[in-house]
């Protein structure tokens, strides 16, 4: 099973950074930075909350296909 597939079986609705950092082979710190000082460079909605960051599943994952 690949790290998509994965978070795909997830059974939450949100990710963290550490979970999409597998998939995109990436550092988790810096797509929290990322996510924190200009989210729309990521390519995918995030929502920050203090110094939390959450990705919704479904779109980032429609992300991942290309859709």
Not at 5 to 24: D, G, K, M
Not at 34 to 62: C, E, N, T, Y
Request: glycine share 4%; net charge positive; aromatic share 8%.
């Amino acid at each position: 099973m690949t790290a998509l597939e994965s978070l795909e079986q997830f059974p939450r609705e949100w990710l963290t950074c550490q979970q999409i950092a597998t998939v995109l082979n990436a550092n988790p710190y810096a797509l929290h930075c990322q996510a924190m000082q200009d989210p729309s460079k990521l390519g995918f909605p995030v929502i920050v909350a203090g110094r939390r960051v959450k990705v919704p599943k479904a779109p980032f994952l429609k992300f991942m296909r290309g859709e």
